[in-house]
């Protein structure tokens, strides 16, 4: 049976405490690989999707992850109070946003900020920056 946290709780007891790159570490083993935890976190976006929360928000918001395995591109695309995400580069993203996966993981987790990571050059958004700040806000990441 493949490992899968059922919600970003069980994801950041994972990762509680940890610095991005033991975060990176402690979730690839776990979970098999750098492609399978950035799988099982984009499904915890998929699943987490609060509708009414992204009310009137349609786009592509591509994500590339650096990982200790080279750099992995995933889509999450927000439309008609659906949320669908995908491995895979966006066909006309709305926001690109590249960071590292540990870094990701603690940001999902609520362990950091992407002002923090950003201001630390960890994070970089070219697109709307406004849709990706609030990015955060569609889903029940606790």
Request: aromatic share 10%; with cysteine; hydrophobic share 40%.
């Amino acid at each position: 049976m493949e490992a899968r946290a059922r919600d970003f709780g069980e994801l950041r007891k994972l990762v509680e405490g940890s610095s991005a790159e033991e975060a990176e570490a402690k979730a690839t083993d776990f979970y098999g690989g750098p492609e399978e935890a950035l799988d099982v976190l984009f499904a915890l976006f998929q699943d987490s999707f609060v509708p009414e929360n992204a009310s009137g928000v349609a786009g592509e918001f591509q994500f590339d992850v650096t990982t200790q395995a080279g750099m992995r591109e995933y889509t999450v695309l927000v439309s008609d109070g659906r949320c669908e995400t995908r491995r895979g580069a966006g066909a006309s993203a709305t926001a690109v946003t590249a960071i590292g996966l540990g870094d990701l993981l603690l940001l999902s987790t609520g362990q950091t900020s992407g002002f923090h990571l950003s201001a630390e050059k960890r994070l970089t958004t070219r697109g709307d920056l406004g849709a990706a700040i609030g990015f955060k806000d569609w889903f029940r990441l606790g």
